[in-house]
């Protein structure tokens, strides 16, 4: 491998002048804030939220066994896809590739950027094929989506799979890990050191119950992270979201007996949906969530809708003909589920 940061960060990015913030230009104690045209009323909404967000990057280096300077916090994982291709992708000249299916923001992402998304079938049991990908790239090739737990296939990607693109690619490897804490044991973050061209995005969207706040991360060497903090927003992640995140941080117990909870409803759920005669295959999933070959997705997706019950229709997806991808809810939610279904599939042979 030959890679380097250097070389693959676009030239105005390197050169950037980021702005420099009034709480940026002082070091030391302080007490009486006169800097920043703040009202001095309405404490603690008044002021300006932390640009570096010490206390949440300090706790969740913790938690995750990484080092703050190598951790970047964005308005959800989406702020970071898009930083990484503002930093490294050249509008209308770069590329990037991605497996197929996957996650839809990685292409939108592209598309805003003007960046051009090459996609790599998986193989039919979604496994991943690493020659394939590699032989995807070529010299204007800047990142390679991989995303493991995948989205929405549900399966772990092959671990000697992903390092073998990660060791033999010269640009920046993203591996989105918003599933892992439902696999755990496939992180790649004890990795992180190894590989200075690795990014794995997570989230606390999912396992976590926080999708409402709005919190994604990335991981990678500490000279990535600078470079996505010097683009982004100065305030990105806001008062509100720090807050709520360093609370529940706290209970990470909690969210070890959601996901036991999940795991558990997933295989109860698995067993009730294997025997449903609308129901052809389940895929493997490591996730939370499952998808689901059945006889005719749009139509079992029309009529759970009538009954107010939304799952998503992926049946469009490379792939996944007549697949529906299945959320793992409550038990009562689940059994709400596999009732309609149920008679979905009677009212069907009546007719
Ligand atoms: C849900 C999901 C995310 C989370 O996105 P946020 O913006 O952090 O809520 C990221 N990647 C994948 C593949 C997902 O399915």
Same mark, same amino acid.
């Given at each position: 491998? *030959? ?5 693959? $960060?676009?030239?105005?990015?390197? @050169?950037?002048?980021? #702005? ?5 230009? #002082?070091? =030391?104690?302080?007490?009486v ?5 703040e ?20 706790? %969740? &280096?913790?938690?995750?066994?990484? @080092? ?8 959800g @994982?989406?702020?970071p ?10 509008? &209308? !000249?770069?590329?990037?590739v991605?497996?197929?299916?996957t ?13 051009? #998304? ?13 020659d394939?990908?590699?032989?995807? !790239?070529? @010299? ?8 493991s737990p *995948?989205?929405?296939? =549900? ?35 004890a ?7 690795l990014?794995?995005?997570? !989230?606390?969207?999912?396992a ?8 994604g ?23 509100? $979201? ?12 909690q ?7 999940i ?14 005669? +609308? ?11 499952i %998808?689901?070959? !059945?006889?005719?997705?749009k139509k ?9 019950i ?8 490379? %792939?996944? =003909? ?6 793992? &809810? $409550?038990?009562a939610? *689940? ?8 008679? +979905? ?7």
């Amino acid at each position: 491998m *030959n890679f380097s940061l250097q070389n693959i $960060t676009r030239k105005n990015i390197r @050169s950037l002048q980021p #702005y420099s913030s009034a709480r940026d230009e #002082y070091t =030391g104690e302080a007490s009486v804030f006169l800097d920043a045209n703040e009202n001095p009323f309405n404490a603690p909404y008044n002021r300006y939220p932390d640009p570096r967000q010490v206390a949440l990057k300090n706790q %969740l &280096g913790k938690i995750k066994k990484i @080092s703050p300077d190598r951790i970047f916090l964005g308005n959800g @994982s989406d702020e970071p896809i898009d930083l990484l291709f503002r930093a490294f992708c050249e509008p &209308g !000249t770069d590329n990037v590739v991605a497996i197929s299916p996957t996650y839809g923001m990685y292409r939108v992402a592209a598309d805003i950027n003007n960046i051009a #998304y090459r996609e790599v079938l998986l193989e039919e049991d979604f496994s991943l094929n690493a020659d394939k990908i590699l032989e995807a !790239t070529d @010299s204007a090739t800047k990142l390679i989506f991989l995303c493991s737990p *995948n989205n929405p296939t =549900g399966n772990a990607l092959n671990q000697m799979e992903v390092l073998k693109i990660i060791s033999n690619f010269n640009g920046l490897v993203v591996l989105d890990e918003a599933y892992i804490d439902f696999c755990p044991e496939k992180t790649l973050l004890a990795n992180l050191e190894q590989y200075p061209n690795l990014v794995i995005l997570q !989230t606390l969207s999912k396992a976590w119950g926080l999708a409402a706040i709005r919190l994604g991360m990335a991981f990678a060497s500490p000279e990535i992270i600078a470079i996505l903090s010097k683009i982004k927003y100065p305030y990105n992640i806001n008062l509100l $979201t720090q807050e709520k995140a360093l609370k529940m941080l706290q209970l990470e117990e909690q969210k070890v007996k959601w996901v036991e909870n999940i795991l558990q409803q997933k295989d109860i759920l698995a067993k009730e949906l294997i025997k449903l005669p +609308i129901v052809l295959k389940l895929f493997p999933s490591d996730a939370n969530f499952i %998808l689901v070959k !059945t006889v005719a997705a749009k139509k079992i997706y029309q009529e759970l809708v009538e009954r107010q019950i939304i799952v998503r229709d992926r049946s469009k997806v490379a %792939l996944c =003909g007549e697949s529906l991808r299945i959320t793992v &809810g $409550t038990a009562a939610e *689940n059994e709400l589920l596999i009732k309609a279904l149920k008679e +979905i599939w009677s009212n069907w042979i009546i007719q």
